[in-house]
């Protein structure tokens, strides 16, 4: 089945990536997905997105390695050249406090968070005079928590680059951004480890990946949304 849209998502094999990519072929796009160690949970996804009769290509890449950027959305545009939608998801979440995080900490995160989005912005403006850009961030960035400092240093850049870009970028693309709260546990934890920080916030619940993906598609479809930062958290950046 053909399809005039196509959406690039980047860590798109797992966890909320994977729901983004789902919810998207079912809103009739093509898919193409990153992923750096999920090969087996990423071939599924792709099974299961072209049973819907969609397109699905997968991209194993380290998104850290900012350099090589380009030549991969060189590669996606080759094979989707409608692509017109673009989900920097990709993450890496590690505990370091500031007198422990170490200059490989900060450029690892900075590559991921930050560069390779703003080179993903680039090479897709370069092609694309109407689409959009959705950055996945934190509703943490509106907090001064310093555990996960290279993190949250970068998250906070995202942010601003997210609206920096919203502006740069108009009218023909749109960039928005969504912080999700408490939605899934860290690797290493489970739900009641959510269950007990859902005490500490105004709703008093834990939110669903249900939560972000429908706000994704709010995003997506309008068109009169931009330079937007959604904070999909119970309330959290209100405490």
């Known amino acids: 089945m053909d399809s005039n849209n196509a959406a690039l998502v980047t860590g798109g094999a797992k966890r909320i990536g994977r729901e983004i990519c789902l919810r998207l072929a079912d809103m009739g796009y093509d898919i193409v997905l990153t992923y750096l160690s999920s090969q087996i949970e990423a071939e599924g996804l792709a099974s299961e997105i072209q049973s819907m009769g969609r397109k699905c290509a997968i991209k194993r890449c380290d998104l850290t390695l900012s350099e090589d950027v380009p030549a991969?959305?060189?590669?996606?545009f080759q094979e989707f050249p409608q692509l017109n939608l673009?989900?920097?998801?990709?993450?890496?979440?590690e505990r370091c406090n500031f007198a422990d995080t170490t200059l490989s900490d900060i450029d690892r995160n900075f590559a991921l968070h930050l560069k390779t989005p703003f080179i993903i912005a680039q090479e897709f403006a370069k092609r694309v005079q109407q689409g959009q850009i959705i950055n996945i961030l934190d509703t943490r960035i509106t907090k001064k928590r310093t555990a996960y400092f290279a993190y949250l240093l970068a998250k906070k850049s995202l942010a601003d680059f997210t609206l920096l870009a919203a502006s740069e970028l108009a009218p023909g693309i749109r960039v928005n951004g969504i912080a999700p709260g408490l939605i899934l546990p860290p690797d290493g934890e489970d739900s009641t480890y959510l269950d007990r920080l859902a005490t500490k916030i105004p709703a008093q619940q834990k939110g669903s990946?249900?939560?972000i993906v429908d706000t994704l598609e709010f995003l997506v479809k309008n068109t009169y949304i931009t330079g937007q930062i959604i904070f999909n958290d119970g309330g959290e950046h209100l405490s």
Not at 72 to 76: A, C, F, G, K, Q
Not at 86 to 93: D, G
């Open 72 to 76: 991969l959305m060189e590669d996606v």
């Open 86 to 93: 673009v989900v920097n998801n990709a993450s890496l979440f």
């Open 209 to 211: 990946v249900a939560n």
